[in-house]
């Protein structure tokens, strides 16, 4: 194992920056009052599309990755991530992809790519490649970093900041940058204050009274991670797996301390513990979700809908939401009656009742359908006329007529004939139907992707 005094670190030095640092812009005259560097000069975000082949929101995640997963009507996961970057005015942004990637290369390449980020500004997606040093996938965090090293450190920047690409939240980055070049630490990570003791799948920090971190165990299941109880006295908080982490030492524990190891947050981190490197924590007390579930997604789609009170708000003036323009006509609406629900560009709504609902864009619903408490995800394209194989004859992309939908997720492109009742009848809370078109997971039933339900079916 290396030990500490075969580096050496220099800690960021100056006075301390103003406790609201928000930089604008590299003009803003904030920055004469700082002696940090603007974070869009500064300061570059790795942010990971996906994690691990084993998603914890499947069937949603069978042809795409989580941080694809559409929310909300018109935007995808990823969408708040990135507009969290953007919105705290970092803008070199690297998204590393690997599982399920064609439909968020896509989409980050779309959306961003011609985004005014700023001179020097940029998203970059980096798929899973080989090479002839290394001919295989990515096969964790910290390889895939190891890997990119060349990529990454193209610009001169101070600081990486890594975050999981598939989380509903919205943060201030700069605050966390500021604390962490306040603090002089060598990584700082982001901590939920508000579920202490509380392992949400990123590992639980124990911190002193100065937020410095004391130990870290990864899961609660592996006694083999648990605290020594008299070792060290603090408060214990889970991590968000967010973290900042300066650059040499990124280099440092990657290239020359772990070489070999592969994942972030359960090899690298623990190892920068045991090399008594410094290691702060961030509090963190505002909403946060980090889609653990199918019931957790569906929450979240739920709580959007909401008009007071709503926990993430999509509407933020003053740090808005930013997905792809889609160029989309308006949504029509012929004699449909439509309460407290979300309706995305470019659908076709009849004579049909809407409820509780995230309609998601190109949505058809036929005349009498009732949608109560779902989100639909809608359509990439327009289908009139339905297909011309097999069962699907005649019954095109949408919800047909006279059909009942009740607490449901209908993922994209699903064809829906007509009478169709999917209303969980027999209150199952757990099923695997997949070979049928569907799961339900929680009492929620998951059409899907392109699942053809037939005509006068019961769900």
């Known amino acids: 194992m ?11 030095t100056g006075a301390t920056s103003p406790s609201s640092l928000l930089v604008k812009s590299s003009q803003n005259p ?51 991530v990135l507009s969290n970057c953007i919105n705290s005015n970092i803008t070199k942004i690297y998204a590393l992809t690997q599982f399920n990637s064609t439909s968020l290369n896509s989409h980050i390449a779309r959306a961003y790519s011609g985004a005014r980020l700023s001179k020097d500004g940029f998203v970059e997606v980096i798929a899973a490649y080989q090479s002839p040093d290394d001919n295989g996938w990515f096969q964790g965090t910290a390889d895939a970093i190891r890997r990119c090293l060349w990529v990454l450190e193209e610009y001169p920047v101070d600081e990486f900041l890594i975050l999981p690409g598939h989380h509903l939240y919205r943060m201030d980055y700069q605050k966390l940058i500021d604390a962490h070049r306040r603090s002089k630490a060598h990584i700082t990570v982001s901590l ?20 410095e971190v004391l130990e870290f165990r990864e899961n609660e299941e592996d006694s083999n991670h648990h605290f020594q109880a008299n070792k060290h006295v603090g408060d214990e908080f889970p991590s968000m797996g967010i973290y900042v982490i300066n650059r040499d030492v990124m280099r440092m524990l990657l290239t020359e301390a772990f070489p070999n190891v592969n994942d972030l947050k359960s090899q690298v981190i623990p190892g920068a513990i045991s090399l008594g490197l410094k290691i702060n924590g961030y509090m963190f007390d505002g909403y946060w979700e980090d889609m653990r579930s199918i019931e957790a997604y569906y929450r979240a789609n739920m709580e959007a809908i909401r008009r007071a009170n709503a926990v993430y708000n999509f509407y933020d003036r003053d740090s808005p939401l930013y997905t792809l323009p889609r160029h989309l006509p308006p949504t029509l609406v012929r004699d449909a009656v439509i309460t407290d629900s979300i309706i995305g560009d470019g659908c076709i ?17 036929g005349d009498n359908a009732v949608v109560e408490d779902s989100v639909i995800m809608g359509s990439d394209t327009y ?22 939908i009740r607490k449901a997720i209908i993922d994209k492109h699903t064809r829906i004939g007509k009478n169709v009742m999917i209303i969980n009848k027999d209150n199952v809370q757990e099923g695997n139907m997949e070979a049928n078109g569907y799961i339900i997971s929680a009492g929620i039933i998951v059409v899907i992707r392109s699942a053809v339900i037939p005509d006068g079916t019961i769900l």
Do not use: M
């Not at 290396?2 to 960021?12: E, M």
């Not at 939920?192 to 009274?209: M, Q, V, Y």
């Not at 069962?391 to 919800?399: F, K, N, Q, R, T």
């Open 192 to 211: 939920f204050s508000t579920a202490k003791n509380e392992d949400l799948g990123f590992g639980i920090f124990k911190l002193n009274a100065q937020n």
């Open 2 to 12: 290396p030990v500490l005094s075969s580096w050496c670190f220099l800690p960021h």
């Open 349 to 365: 709504l009849s004579k049909c009742r809407i409820k509780g609902t995230v309609v998601g864009i190109r949505t058809r619903i």
């Open 30 to 80: 904030d920055c004469l009052n700082s002696l940090f560097p603007p974070a869009s000069q500064s300061v570059a975000a790795i942010v990971f599309g996906d994690q691990s082949p084993q998603s914890r929101l499947y069937p949603l995640t069978k042809r795409r990755s989580e941080a694809a997963v559409p929310i909300a009507g018109n935007y995808r996961l990823v969408d708040a």
């Open 383 to 404: 289908d009139h006329n339905g297909v011309s194989d097999g069962e699907a004859i005649g019954i095109p992309i949408g919800i047909g007529d006279g059909s009942h």
